[in-house]
């Protein structure tokens, strides 16, 4: 088996998209700033840029440098969590607001990616949630049930229908979602970016923020030696905060979910798996995640943080995945290998924090970060240029707090590495 490289993006390797971001090289004074330039802050900056305010978003490392260019790219509707379960957290009219909200997410997003031309091998053939025991196979049913009830057109898959819609072996159902799709999350993110600068927001990175105040009537943020002062703030940094604490900085549980890439793989194998395209996870406590790429790649993930100490485990287990789902693959060498943080609240439920006069921080999606954080971030500019708080998609809260999440962290990491120790069937 060929190792994987370290630290090896198939998004970036494969990414043809330029975002456009510059050097921060002066002051300036704008209507808006944006600290974050993931899939919330792009989205943020091209909808304010839409609506004619004039835009700074700044970026510590490279524009998807976070969670937007590591993810798996299932653009998903709604939440991981079920419609009751939302209303139960939210209160009826709130929960079904925003799940009505997220429901069109993935037209939002592809949308964009049609008007402005991004080159992300979008492909709206919808998700597969799949049963990886009978277990899951009874949440499925419970979450069909709530779903129709809801209004989302999904449907039941019995075992052999789900094994010939995946080719894969052992599952035992799957929900199908044909809202939903698959691209390449890089690509996606740099292209809301080029598309933002398109509609004059300016883009710089690297551009760390080093300092945050509200002096007088403003925000005043420092980067690069040069001072950005704004009269409306938004922090879009999600689980890649770095540096600045204060109440806006987002509290969650940081939760690792890697990924491995095969090469393109040969004609024989590559039509039995996945024939329709769709993008997959499972029911798994230890979610597993597959689907191809637009050259055939196989991309295989689950939680666990493969450059942490349990790393060769996470490896093992995503060798040993793809044997058990796609013996034909089963050999094939893993060319990329790569990992992210996600940013898991308690309750699973997003965030939209008011931190301050014209200030408002969105984080906590959960592992949903493409559809939703494409939605909250243009929300959140509208409401911070316009005044149009109506327009978000959940109420702000005021402050939210994260317990023991340094401890809940290494739970979760130390039982993804129990559970893939012990092979897929244990999962």
Not at 153 to 180: Q, V, W
Request: hydrophobic residues 40%; proline residues 6%; aromatic residues 6%.
């Amino acid at each position: 088996m060929a190792r994987p490289m370290a630290g090896s993006s198939l998004w970036s390797a494969t990414c043809r998209e330029e975002a456009g971001a510059i050097a921060l090289d002066r002051d300036l004074d704008v209507d808006l700033a944006i600290v974050g330039g993931g899939f919330t802050g792009c989205s943020a900056a091209l909808e304010a840029a839409r609506l004619g305010a004039s835009v700074a978003l700044l970026e510590a490392h490279d524009i998807g440098h976070g969670g937007s260019g590591r993810n798996v790219g299932l653009v998903n509707a709604g939440l991981w969590l079920p419609p009751d379960d939302i209303a139960a957290a939210l209160g009826q009219e709130a929960g079904e607001r925003l799940v009505a909200t997220l429901s069109e997410a993935p037209s939002r997003v592809f949308d964009l990616i049609e008007r402005h031309a991004i080159d992300c091998e979008p492909r709206r053939a919808g998700t597969l949630h799949c049963a990886h025991a009978p277990s899951g196979a009874r949440d499925l049913e419970n979450r069909f049930r709530q779903g129709n009830r809801s209004g989302a057109p999904l449907t039941r898959l019995n075992a052999d229908e789900t094994r010939a819609r995946t080719g894969a072996k052992g599952l035992h159902g799957a929900l199908f979602d044909p809202r939903a799709g698959t691209i390449n999350p890089l690509a996606y993110c740099r292209g809301l970016a080029r598309a933002a600068c398109e509609a004059g927001a300016r883009l710089f990175a690297p551009a760390p923020v080093t300092r945050l105040e509200r002096q007088s009537d403003c925000w005043v943020l420092s980067a690069n030696g040069q001072t950005v002062r704004t009269n409306a703030l938004l922090i879009a940094t999600n689980a890649y905060h770095e540096g600045l604490e204060g109440p806006h900085a987002p509290r969650f549980v940081p939760f690792s979910f890697s990924q491995y890439a095969t090469g393109p793989l040969p004609d024989a194998v590559r039509s039995d798996i996945l024939p329709g395209g769709e993008g997959c996870w499972d029911t798994a406590t230890a979610m597993t995640s597959f689907r191809l790429d637009a050259e055939g790649r196989l991309i295989v993930g689950s939680v666990g943080n493969r450059e942490g100490v349990s790393g060769r485990i996470h490896t093992s287990h995503a060798r040993r995945m793809v044997r058990s789902l796609f013996p034909a693959a089963g050999e094939e060498p893993f060319r990329h290998a790569w990992h992210g943080t996600i940013a898991m609240t308690g309750d699973h439920l997003p965030k939209l924090l008011a931190f301050g006069p014209n200030a408002l921080t969105s984080f906590g999606y959960s592992g949903r970060g493409i559809a939703p954080g494409t939605v909250f971030g243009a929300a959140a500019a509208r409401a911070l240029v316009t005044g149009d708080v109506d327009s978000l998609p959940m109420r702000p809260v005021t402050a939210h707090a994260e317990r023991f999440a340094r401890t809940r962290a290494f739970t979760c990491e130390f039982g993804a590495a129990l559970i893939h120790a012990c092979g897929p069937g244990s999962r």
